[in-house]
């Protein structure tokens, strides 16, 4: 293969992927707008419920990161009753790691909101909010896992386009159950979460009948059939990435209890200028998907040459698209975050954000690519032992820049960066060495 044809089937799977998370930041903005007219209150409980909501997606890299590494590399080796085992042995235990949580959930989500600071109304809201999350969770766990299982397979097009019809549907149903519009019932803010698991479980049909019918899962009716013969290596493969993800999304809540300390605007303003940066994160998430997919299937063929040639084109390719990306948070970062938002210190907060981490941005790239690579090979482990601790990394470092030094709020930026820029160089090195082994073995 070519490196212009290899190029082209990296794009051919990253695009969609892309897309699909343009269209989750779309309906996060779309849900908000609803959910806006119920109240200030309202909308700071469902915020903090969407913290536990990402690590609770964080958490389900568990089964499908491993679930996705092991059968694109069935794919590779054309084993397809190994992929047809681990797909359902995946969903099986998927279900009980649902159940699991649902029970925990239940039990922890008050005490978990009280933390976070809320007022009794915002903390009723995000708990009315969120227990109808948690009721959905085997729905959206499986919905997940069943989209790893087209990535897999290199289909992402098919993937993203039920996902699609999963958020438009949710979209349109949002203010049929919010305000009880025609027959359906007014449920408030509960009437948002229940449009979001109602719609999702109607595509999860879709995504059944696709999956059987291109032939990636076997009959339905051997799902009632039990085993567990790739648990242990799903678990070993998952956990590991799924840790590091978990860890990721816990660390900026901590930080924003630094943040707040210069008050509410710089908060507002790096949440904003978040969003800004989503575009290279969901590039990076799409390229990772792409590399993931493609190592796995060459790892399941035994090519180690080509899935370190695959691993290095996809940095080649990331690098392209991140440069220009990292140019304009440098350049014209108040430009951008005038899109969401018109305060002049938030915009002020939010382009020094962009402005910082737009010097190493072009590490977070590398990070999500060698990320997707250690996941497609199945050695989650070396990602794990450096991602974690220059994650956790970032908070103690940005408390020494501003209780020890002294420094302002930028500084907080430049621990973040810092550690991205370290990531992305260490894993760079990391997988070097372990395809260098590979290749003496």
Aim: proline content about 4%; aromatic content about 16%; some cysteine.
């Amino acid at each position: 293969m070519t490196n212009k044809e290899l190029h082209k089937e990296m794009i051919r799977i990253a695009i969609p992927v892309f897309i699909g998370n343009l269209g989750f930041l779309l309906f996060d903005i779309i849900d908000i707008f609803w959910i806006s007219s119920l109240g200030t209150d309202t909308v700071a409980g469902v915020a903090s419920a969407g913290f536990l909501d990402w690590a609770l997606g964080s958490f389900m890299g568990v089964t499908y990161v491993g679930c996705s590494s092991l059968i694109s590399q069935a794919v590779g080796a054309k084993n397809q009753k190994m992929a047809f085992d681990v797909a359902r042995e995946a969903i099986q235990l998927s279900l009980f790691i649902a159940l699991f949580l649902m029970l925990l959930l239940f039990c922890v989500t008050p005490s978990l909101l009280l933390w976070m600071g809320l007022n009794p109304s915002a903390f009723q809201a995000g708990y009315n909010y969120f227990k109808v999350i948690i009721l959905g969770l085997p729905i959206f766990y499986i919905f997940m896992l069943t989209g790893q299982i087209f990535y897999a397979h290199g289909d992402s097009k098919t993937a993203v386009g039920i996902l699609s019809v999963a958020l438009v549907l949710n979209a349109i149903l949002d203010p049929f159950f919010i305000f009880g519009w025609g027959p359906f019932p007014k449920w408030g803010v509960s009437g948002a979460s229940f449009a979001t698991v109602l719609s999702f479980f109607l595509s999860l049909f879709l995504r059944f009948w696709f999956l059987r019918r291109k032939n990636y899962i076997d009959s339905l009716k051997t799902f009632f059939t039990f085993s567990t013969t790739y648990f242990y290596k799903i678990l070993s493969i998952g956990i590991p990435t799924a840790s590091a993800r978990v860890i990721w999304s816990m660390v900026y809540p901590l930080l924003s209890t630094i943040i707040t300390r210069f008050g509410m605007e710089p908060l507002a303003g790096v949440t904003v200028a978040h969003r800004v940066e989503g575009f290279a994160y969901f590039a990076a998430g799409g390229f990772s998907t792409a590399v993931s997919t493609l190592v796995g299937q060459n790892t399941g063929r035994r090519d180690f040459e080509m899935v370190k040639r695959i691993a290095y084109e996809g940095r080649f390719l990331i690098t392209a698209v991140i440069i220009p990306l990292s140019l304009m948070f440098l350049l014209i970062p108040e430009f951008l975050v005038r899109f969401g938002a018109n305060d002049p210190q938030v915009i002020s907060f939010g382009a020094s954000y962009l402005r910082i981490i737009g010097i190493l941005e072009l590490f977070l790239g590398w990070e999500m690519i060698f990320e997707g690579a250690f996941n497609g090979i199945g050695k989650t482990r070396p990602y794990m032992l450096i991602s974690i601790p220059l994650t956790l990394g970032r908070y103690p470092l940005a408390y020494f820049f501003v209780n020890m030094c002294g420094f302002g709020v930028s500084s907080i930026w430049w621990a973040i960066s810092i550690s991205t820029g370290l990531k992305g160089l260490l894993l760079s090195l990391r997988f070097n060495r372990l395809m260098s082994k590979e290749h003496e073995t």
